[in-house]
Nanobody
Framework: VQLQASGGGLVQPGGSLKLSCAAS????????IGWFRQAPGKRREALSC????????HTINSLKFRFTISRDNAKNTFYLQMNDLKPGDTAVYYC????????????????????????WGQGTLVTVSS
């Protein structure tokens, strides 16, 4: 069972990146998913989460116009599209999956449920710098 995050790298301010998270050993169809990040010296921060049926997406207010979560269950992969990147977005980005709990929203998984994710990817470094 594994989540493999990829797509990080060095990008100039204003640029875009699309992170991918591929699941193996289990099917994402029944899992809520989320993206998190941790910058040096800072706590882990939840960015965007969605439910197994993708009907209840949540992105934190400060990022909702720049970051978009999506999933492709046929490919057993989910994504984080990041636009207009800023130096403050520099961090290690982590993907995570949690067996979906009926009745809970993406906002729950990004907040109260953020410590309950079953599986975590290894992280991919995003550096925003000129």
């Amino acid at each position: 069972v594994q989540l493999q995050a990829s797509g990080g790298g060095l990008v100039q301010p204003g640029g875009s990146l699309k992170l991918s998270c591929a699941a193996s050993g289990f099917t994402l169809d029944y899992y809520a998913i989320g993206w998190f990040r941790q910058a040096p010296g800072k706590r882990r921060e939840a960015l965007s989460c969605t439910t197994a049926d993708d009907m209840h997406r949540h992105t934190i207010n400060s990022l909702k116009f720049r970051f978009t979560i999506s999933r492709d269950n046929a490919k057993n992969t989910f994504y984080l599209q990041m636009n207009d990147l800023k130096p403050g977005d520099t961090a290690v980005y982590y993907c995570a999956a949690d067996l979906d709990k009926d009745g809970y929203s993406g906002e729950y998984y990004c907040n109260d449920g953020s410590d309950e994710f079953d599986y975590w990817g290894q992280g991919t470094l995003v550096t925003v710098s000129s």
